[in-house]
């Protein structure tokens, strides 16, 4: 059977990661644009709240301790920090030069990454965010205004029909709805099946397609997804190198290089460009830059 | 198009100007735009720039980007201490002895922005009976606070979960 534990913890041990039981930590990211980084952590000690820095992060901070919820001081309510999971940090901190840019955000709700990009961006330029789920866009409007967010526009569209904005972007990140990982779901064994990555994995290479069609020439796109599995990932980007004109970028981030071989199969070799975040402290990720091959 | 939002300001005391160019209604809803983001806005958009707030049955729901713009200007404010801050975040009213600090009026039945001690504003009230004349007791009574955001949260997690 193609599911199960088992099934796939065998899978992982062929990617070389020894499953290991993954103890999250909370974590936060100071929204730089609305926070003075020492006076903000300064105030939080204050609280008694404990920080650490997280390592391969410029915002990022783990949560050591708190005696309430770090989503109710007045801080986080007035948009001075968010609460994002580490790894979930490391795709918006791919782009090169964010500011004055046009921005794509094909896949943007609950918005923790549109924040993220706007903040980068100084709130210059414009984001154009996307979601499929209309309930999910009306999350990404409250963080867009607690956060002080200026500078984008939602709408409820389908990815793949990305064109129909009529904008050609700088730079487009694509946060696909994927599989998941059984480190933020407790039941991700039990429900989970290769048919269902599949599905998911065929939807993500529908909208790969939309977003290079709507990528300037040099433009970039970076792809992430919190799952493990190699459809949904490696197998989606030698898809792409092959299909879309594109090639994959080297990059400089938390996580392990990718394989570019793969269950047997061998894969373009800027596949390795990739990055795998396996879970430890931290959620599984896959991350990676695509920039259209010129002519 | 913007006088809800003028109609609202007055009640604080603060005569904030936007240009109205930029100023656009969704349904019931206000944003504003900047010269980027007017030109690729597009009629069937959910949320553009800046969110304003929404009018209700005639009447006027700020956001809390509207608070903080009319805060940086010339307005009622109460400044009020750590604990009261704490306790308006909460959904409480404003009681005389955490106020720290009074700009503008504080006449019974006017409007006041409620800022902490880093002038960072966390919402509004109705003043309740004027400063100098009240005794103990709740003097600003809480209308919206920034808890709200927790509040939207959990509305909505109970409504889709
Ligand atoms: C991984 S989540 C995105 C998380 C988000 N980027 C963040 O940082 O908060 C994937 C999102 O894609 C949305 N989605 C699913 N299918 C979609 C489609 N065809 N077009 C656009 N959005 C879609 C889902 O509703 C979900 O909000």
Redesign the pocket.
Known sequence: MMSGREFFISRYQELGWKYEDVELKQAIRINSMNAEKASLLKRLESRGIKLEKIPFLEDGYWICKSEFSVGATSEYLLGLYSIQEAA?QVPATLFTELTDKTVL??????????VQLADLMKNTGVIIA????KR?LTALSNQLERCRVENTITYN????QASTVGVKFDRILL????SGNFATDRDWFKRRTIPDVERNAK?QRE?LTQAAKVLKDDGEIVYST?SLEPEENELNMDWAVKNLNVQVEEVRCHGEKARASIFGRHLDSSVENCRRIWPSRTQGFFVCKLKKVCA | MMEPIKDFARQLNSNISLDENLTVRRQNRFFLLNKTLKPLASKDFFHAGIYLGKEKDGVFFPSFNLLAMIADKKANKVTVDEKTEWLFICGRDVFKRGIIRVIGSMKKGSYTLILNSYSECLGFGKVLSDLHEAKEGAVVKNILDIGDFLRREKSSSKTHS
């Not at chain 1, 946060?175 to 994927?178: A, F, H, I, R, T």
């Open positions: 979930a955000d094909a896949c943007s709700a609950p918005g923790g990454k549109t996307l979601d499929i789920e999910r569209l389908d990815a793949r946060d696909v709805p994927c939807l909208i919190c």
